[in-house]
């Protein structure tokens, strides 16, 4: 576990860039109660006997008083919180950091010449732009979640804890990421705690600190790490591809006598003169035929010199799930989805 606290400026604008997940603004909505006055009619006269008139009654008006409108409830910490991060009037963040803190950013008298409060604005900005996608909650166990409108992601920050001691109230936060339904796992599990205090009946921004944990222990954040990792293996074995091709046209070019080659050693090669055999045209890694998760192979080489070949890339681990690739002298690069070079060889889907 690694503990920061009280980050300079360096760390404040990477704690921007990760908090600032969202967007929107705090609302905070005060009930106006208003009892509608009550008026007494007027009686209707008394009767009157002939022999004795009696006066008329008449009943006297009156009004209830009106009550005056509730007062406003006292903002809690993390509605402060949640104004400072993501609320889009000006002068939110500056509101909510202590004097100290407010003075040494601010020095100068212009609050946009501080490095930290005007990269934080420009991302504020971005997000507050996107309203609709944002939902804030001043209780319960998320404090706002993003979902942006056809991306099939999205965000939530979760309250692990809202510690209130007096005038100090310390608040745990942790981000969740889902895509397409599906809960995902993060390289690093942060948490944020957030210590606000009590200024002239102003929540501040006291102190922050941040821990990140990475549980080597669970199962199902290991899985997904490592699905994680083999996604990202997929892009390299194309790019891969694509350098072995290269390599084959500028290997024909160089050495028309043979053509292209169907040996990936011919194209590595380091130090000397470039030859036949060495032509150094890709780096040893990939001369070797394997890389980066996959196994590289050259065949097809038809003549001498030879006029055709076929390259292809398989995962490394064949219950990976990950996706063959392959590509011939058109340079057109194909997959196929079950990882086989053999049926993306034949029937290999054009890459888009």
């Given at each position: 576990?690694?503990?920061?606290?009280?980050?300079?400026?360096?760390?404040?604008?990477?704690?921007?860039?990760?908090?600032?997940?969202?967007?929107?603004?705090?609302?905070?909505?005060?009930?106006?109660?208003?009892?509608?006055?009550?008026?007494?009619p007027?009686?209707?006269?008394?009767?009157?006997?002939?022999?004795?008139?009696?006066?008329q009654?008449?009943?006297?008006?009156?009004?209830?008083?009106?009550?005056?409108?509730?007062?406003?409830?006292?903002?809690?910490?993390?509605?402060?919180?949640?104004?400072?991060?993501?609320?889009?009037?000006?002068?939110?963040?500056?509101?909510?950091?202590?004097?100290?803190?407010?003075?040494?950013?601010?020095?100068?008298?212009d609050?946009?010449?501080?490095?930290?409060?005007?990269?934080?604005?420009?991302?504020?900005?971005?997000?507050?732009?996107?309203?609709?996608?944002?939902?804030?909650?001043?209780?319960?166990?998320?404090?706002?979640?993003?979902?942006?409108?056809?991306?099939?992601?999205?965000?939530?920050?979760?309250v692990?804890?809202?510690?209130?001691?007096?005038?100090?109230?310390?608040?745990?936060?942790?981000?969740?990421?889902y895509?397409?339904?599906?809960?995902?796992?993060?390289?690093?599990?942060?948490?944020?705690?957030?210590s606000?205090?009590?200024?002239?009946?102003?929540?501040?921004?006291?102190?922050?600190?941040?821990?990140?944990?990475?549980?080597?222990?669970?199962?199902?954040?290991?899985?997904g790490?490592?699905?994680?990792?083999?996604?990202?293996?997929?892009?390299?074995?194309?790019?891969?591809?694509?350098?072995?091709?290269?390599?084959?046209?500028?290997?024909?070019?160089?050495?028309?006598?043979?053509?292209?080659?169907?040996?990936?050693?011919?194209?590595?090669?380091?130090?000397?003169?470039?030859?036949?055999?060495?032509?150094?045209?890709?780096?040893?890694?990939?001369?070797?035929?394997?890389k980066?998760?996959?196994?590289?192979?050259?065949?097809?080489?038809?003549?001498?010199?030879?006029?055709?070949?076929?390259?292809?890339?398989?995962?490394?681990?064949?219950?990976?799930?990950?996706?063959?690739?392959?590509?011939?002298?058109?340079?057109?690069?194909?997959?196929?989805?079950?990882?086989?070079?053999?049926?993306?060889?034949?029937?290999?889907?054009?890459?888009?």
């Amino acid at each position: 576990m690694i503990c920061h606290r009280n980050p300079p400026e360096v760390f404040m604008r990477a704690l921007v860039a990760i908090l600032v997940l969202s967007l929107g603004s705090l609302q905070i909505s005060v009930a106006q109660m208003q009892t509608p006055s009550v008026e007494v009619p007027q009686a209707e006269p008394q009767d009157q006997t002939p022999q004795t008139p009696a006066p008329q009654a008449q009943a006297s008006q009156t009004q209830a008083p009106q009550p005056q409108a509730m007062p406003a409830p006292p903002q809690t910490a993390r509605q402060a919180l949640l104004e400072m991060f993501i609320a889009p009037k000006p002068g939110a963040l500056e509101k909510h950091l202590p004097e100290i803190t407010r003075k040494t950013l601010m020095s100068g008298g212009d609050p946009m010449k501080s490095d930290v409060l005007r990269e934080f604005v420009n991302f504020s900005a971005g997000f507050t732009a996107n309203q609709k996608s944002l939902s804030t909650f001043d209780e319960g166990p998320i404090l706002f979640a993003m979902e942006p409108a056809g991306q099939q992601e999205k965000l939530e920050v979760l309250v692990e804890r809202d510690d209130l001691m007096g005038e100090v109230d310390e608040i745990e936060l942790s981000p969740r990421v889902y895509k397409e339904g599906a809960l995902q796992s993060l390289p690093v599990v942060p948490r944020f705690t957030f210590s606000m205090k009590q200024e002239k009946e102003i929540w501040k921004l006291n102190e922050i600190a941040v821990t990140l944990r990475i549980p080597l222990a669970d199962e199902d954040y290991l899985n997904g790490l490592k699905k994680r990792q083999d996604q990202a293996m997929e892009p390299m074995a194309v790019g891969s591809i694509r350098t072995i091709n290269t390599a084959e046209i500028t290997y024909a070019a160089s050495y028309p006598d043979r053509g292209f080659t169907c040996n990936l050693a011919e194209l590595g090669g380091a130090g000397g003169e470039p030859t036949p055999e060495h032509a150094m045209l890709i780096d040893d890694t990939l001369a070797s035929g394997e890389k980066g998760g996959y196994k590289f192979s050259i065949s097809g080489c038809d003549a001498h010199p030879a006029a055709r070949y076929q390259v292809t890339a398989v995962p490394s681990d064949s219950d990976s799930g990950l996706r063959a690739f392959c590509s011939d002298e058109s340079a057109v690069v194909k997959y196929d989805a079950d990882g086989k070079a053999a049926t993306c060889l034949t029937a290999g889907v054009p890459l888009q």
